[in-house]
């Protein structure tokens, strides 16, 4: 009952109107003890305590007051991959679009805000809710076995060529750092959790009002005992308001602050709230190279299933785990955590949670891990690189920003991706131990994108992030024959070669300021006049060179930084080789101009972002411009695919890749491979962290792992077919592959080669009517 005193305006005032009527009081009360020394001074001491906790409550109300309005994990961004489409005929069973489903958040309850799904005999019918990623329809899926057999509008019945699928959380990035953290509210969370966290941290958490007088004596008396500050005694309110707003520092002082947040969020908030606070923000160990924060990731990460379906053992093991999460992490010490669990269900035994028999087969119980494989482990560098273009393209309004940030990233392309660096790896390892002795192993990159979109579809940056964060993705070095293309389009764009012009393959000294260049062929030798396909296709230093002499320098330059590569290119000699250092995000980027119809697309790693309140951050295309005339872009990606079919690439065959292809191999000090399809840009680089010489090509380098990478992600992206046809202005004529010539009766090989309208062929080759004539003679005689 209120004070006969208290008005109703007062029931409501603010803090800090309190605290103006607090001083008066004091005031009026300092007045009155004036003739009395000792009761003044007594006085004086207490009145400062009071005001200093009146102003730190004050303070604290105000500070809890931002962070549970912005939320206390506004500055957590969750990371999603990008929505998975499937179409039918794609390998997908029911019961693992289920487990997808669930995965991404989606329930059996048509009241879930993200979305829910029905299972029927044979068919699933999704239906995306209000906080879905799509505001789009519903759709009805029906299965053959362990296939896609029809999609259908569940309204009208209309057929779907194809259907998106929620984005899967990869990751939380908190300050930056990454977290995995799936946020459950009280009523998700089952009781026989909530029995074993209180039975373990705080028995009389939901009778308290805060602290716990008994704990913290006893507390106090062991830090006196021992003569340090354990800290000991914590409430789960405690701890909650430690582990959100202050520094991990021991100290007394930090106690105070602890001890008013405590009050302040006992005030603010029921004891239901509090406790799902804490079980979303309580730290449970790493696993790998991300932490785990709340019982709903650990619930995933350990034993891979939902937080609803922990058994009394499971329970028990996560509570267990809040003290020293990383000393009693079961997956690297199953002994110390089985030990901690049993402690817990000895105390939920003695709080009456669980009786004899419950407690007894719990203590004999396996721990029962099952862990979720990591896949954003898999994409860890992905996420690196993703997080520097969030940094460079989101404004930095307030440190409690937070976003949901939709990436690029394609689970099923991102485990090909890692799969294909596991199985080419091991082989590149074993001729590379054939030349050296030291054990020294090297390292590798892969990169895919979307060569349309610049959206980066897989992204492995190094063998195991585990072990090094290095991101050779990122690391520059010299592309050697991989840039080769650019000399040859700038030599098509001035419109003065042709793909059947001949050039020169013979042996060059050129004198360059007070330089001496003389370059060679990989393999040593020459091959005279070739033409310009020929010599791209066979990778020919020598004839590279003396073309971008006549080319000019310069034009190949300009035509390299309009692909996006770096300033420090420089027009000199060498840069018809490769020489200047770039990087493989680089290169795939300046590989989007052959792959696109000449349009240069910036790769990106961000496909949309939303703040916390819904709105947009950022969506829409990443920078690209026109780089390249789109005639010039076909005949290259013509040639591109003359190099896989009787250049360096020939061999890619026998790994098992079979579809249309265009690409180009590069040996500098390292192995490196570009190429594409209709639908699919990949870049491979090999090599030795210290640039130390491969001393393989990168036909036996990277070549092989993205011929494993392909053929892996032609299984799981639609079929795209062929290249697009020839634009406006191309015309196709028959010349002699080793003339340039129109092809003649006598020339014992012919091809189609495409050319600029006007620029094709005139003059008939006859470099084998001789021989054509005497092999007529002989059929006659």
């Known amino acids: 009952m209120l004070h006969e005193t208290t008005t109703p305006d007062q029931i409501n005032e603010s803090p800090a109107r309190t605290g103006d009527r ?26 400062a305590l009071l005001v200093f906790t009146l102003t730190s409550y004050v303070h604290y109300y105000r500070v809890v007051g931002v962070k549970l309005k912005t939320g206390p994990f506004a500055n957590a961004s969750n990371i999603f991959a990008s929505p998975k489409t499937i179409i039918p005929g794609a390998e997908l069973s029911s019961s693992n679009l289920v487990t997808y489903l669930k995965r991404v958040g989606y329930s059996s309850s048509p009241e879930n805000p993200v979305g829910a799904y029905v299972v029927r005999d044979g068919e699933i019918e999704v239906n995306p809710g209000p906080q879905s990623y799509f505001l789009r329809q519903p759709a009805r899926i029906a299965f053959s076995g362990a296939k896609v057999q029809k999609l259908s509008d569940p309204a009208t019945g209309a057929a779907l060529e194809a259907y998106s699928l929620e984005p899967e959380l990869i990751t939380n990035l908190v300050d930056g750092n990454r977290e995995r953290r799936r946020l459950v509210a009280f009523t998700e969370i089952p009781k ?29 008396v062991i830090d006196l005992k021992e003569g340090r500050k354990e800290q000991g ?21 930090r106690k105070l602050t602890e001890m008013t947040i405590t009050a302040v969020l006992e005030q603010r908030l029921s004891k239901q709230e509090i406790f799902a606070f804490y079980a979303n923000q309580v730290f449970l160990g790493r696993k790998e190279t991300f932490s785990i924060h709340g019982f709903g990731e650990a619930s995933r990460s350990f034993f891979n299933r939902d937080i609803a379906q ?16 990383s000393f009693t992490n079961p997956l690297r010490y199953p002994e110390r955590a089985k030990s901690r669990r049993n402690v817990v269900l000895q105390l939920m035994h003695r709080n009456g949670y669980i009786d004899a028999a419950e407690y007894a087969a719990a203590a004999q119980a396996p721990l029962g891990l099952s862990p979720a494989k990591n896949e954003d482990n898999d994409s860890a560098y992905f996420i690196a690189l993703m997080n520097e273009e969030l940094q460079q393209r989101v404004p930095d309004n307030s440190d409690t920003d937070s976003y949901q940030v939709y990436t690029t990233l394609d689970h099923d392309l991102q485990s090909a991706a890692v799969e294909a660096i596991r199985v080419g790896m091991p082989k590149v390892d074993k001729l590379v131990r054939q030349q050296s002795k030291d054990g020294a192993l090297p390292q590798v990159a892969l990169i895919a994108i979307d060569p349309k979109t ?15 964060q290095l991101n050779h993705i990122l690391s520059k070095r010299q592309p050697g024959s991989i840039f080769k293309p650019f000399v040859y389009a700038a030599a098509l764009e001035s419109s003065r070669f042709t793909p059947s012009t001949t050039v020169s393959d013979t042996p060059v000294r050129i004198v360059y300021g007070d330089q001496v260049y003389e370059p060679g062929n990989y393999h040593g030798g020459s091959h005279g006049d070739v033409t310009l396909r020929y010599a791209l296709s066979k990778s020919l230093n020598l004839a590279t060179v003396n073309l971008a002499q006549k080319v000019g320098y310069q034009k190949i330059v300009r035509l390299a930084k309009a692909a996006g590569l770096n300033d420090d290119i420089k027009a000199t000699p060498s840069v018809a080789l490769g020489s200047y250092e770039t990087t493989p995000l680089e290169m795939a980027g300046a590989y989007t101009v052959f792959a696109n119809e000449g349009v240069y697309v910036k790769p990106t790693f961000v496909r949309r972002i939303e ?8 969506s829409g295309s990443p920078e690209k411009h026109s780089a390249l005339d789109p005639r010039i872009a ?29 690409g180009k191999t590069g040996t500098s000090r390292d192995g490196w491979f570009a190429g594409f399809t209709p639908n699919l840009l990949c870049i491979v680089w090999v090599g030795f962290d210290d640039n130390r010489e491969l001393d393989l090509e990168g036909a036996k380098s990277a070549l092989p792992i993205w011929a494993e990478f392909m053929r892996r992600a032609s299984a799981i992206m639609p079929d795209p077919g062929r290249f697009p046809a020839p634009p406006r202005g191309i015309v196709a004529v028959k010349v002699d592959p080793e003339t340039g010539l129109l092809a003649g009766e006598s020339c014992p090989t012919q091809r189609g080669s495409y050319f600029l309208h006007g620029t094709q062929p005139t003059e008939t080759c006859t470099a084998h009517s001789q021989g054509f004539f005497k092999s007529i003679l002989g059929a006659l005689h």
Not at 28 to 46: L, Q, Y
Not at 455 to 466: F, L, M, P, S, T
């Open 310 to 325: 922990l058994t009394l053992p499971q329970a028990a093991l996560l509570a267990g785990m809040i003290q020293r999460p």
């Open 233 to 253: 005694g914590s409430t789960i309110t405690m701890q909650l308001a430690r582990g959100l707003w202050l520094d991990p520092e021991k100290k007394w002082s």
């Open 22 to 47: 607090f001083k008066q009081v004091l005031r009026n009360a300092f007045r009155s003890v004036r003739g009395h020394p000792w009761v003044f001074g007594a006085a004086m001491v207490t009145a």
């Open 634 to 662: 076909f005949l290259m990606r013509d040639m591109l695919q003359e190099v896989m079919t009787s250049g360096t690439a020939a061999g890619v065959g026998r790994y098992g890749f079979r579809g249309a292809a265009a």
């Open 611 to 618: 703040a916390g309140d819904g709105r947009s951050v950022l």
């Open 192 to 220: 026989v959790l909530v029995n074993a966290v209180v039975s373990v941290e705080d028995k009389r958490f939901f009778k308290h009002l805060g602290f716990d007088p008994l704990r913290l004596a006893k507390a106090a």
């Open 454 to 468: 610049g959206e980066v579809k897989a992204a492995v940056g190094g063998r195991d992030y585990g072990k090094s």
